[in-house]
């Protein structure tokens, strides 16, 4: 694999306009059978949608975040071939979003690949909150018997997120009322 160049971590995560830096992260949801939901998303550093998410009972596959990837490029522009310009995609150095196949893959659709300092996992903070967020929120009052059933809730609990979780940098709007300028 080729070196990649050190980033050093400044801060700042979040951007001043939409579509300008997308950041992503993955997390686990463990069931009271002891199955796991593993579950990867992007989001916007501006807005804070979470465009697009995975999941699987599997590992999370440098196959799913090239999925991830495409959904959220849908998401935001349609049915297009690549960005309209260049957008930065943020995660850590997990080897789903290190693989040679995966970053070709973002420069082939407009995004430039960014990882974090390695053992900083605040570099990628906004992913690392709405993980907390959702993690509080969602999965703390899902129905967590087995892994069909955390699946079945997943599309609810990303809606809701999006659409009517406040946010206090966004002066209390949802991700999508913020998005839409309402």
Known sequence: AAAHAPRIHDGKISVGESNVRWCSDGFEISCHNREK????????????????WVATTKGISSELIRDLMLQALEDRFG???????????????????????????????????????????????????????????YVAFGDLSDAR?????????????????????????????FWRGI
């Open 37 to 52: 939901v593993r579950v990867a998303f992007s989001l916007d550093c501006c807005d804070r949608e979470a465009m697009s």
């Open 79 to 137: 049915a297009v071939e690549g960005a309209p310009h260049p957008i930065e995609w943020l995660t850590d150095n997990g080897s789903c979003y290190t693989a040679q196949n995966t970053r070709s893959f973002a420069k082939d659709i407009g995004l430039k690949p960014l990882t974090t300092a390695i053992c900083s996992p605040q570099s990628n903070g906004m992913a690392e909150s709405f993980v907390k967020t959702f993690k509080r929120d």
């Open 149 to 177: 059933t955390v699946m079945a809730q997943l599309p609810k609990w990303f809606d809701h997120y999006n659409e009517v979780h406040p946010h206090s940098a966004l002066k209390y709007l949802s991700p999508r009322m």
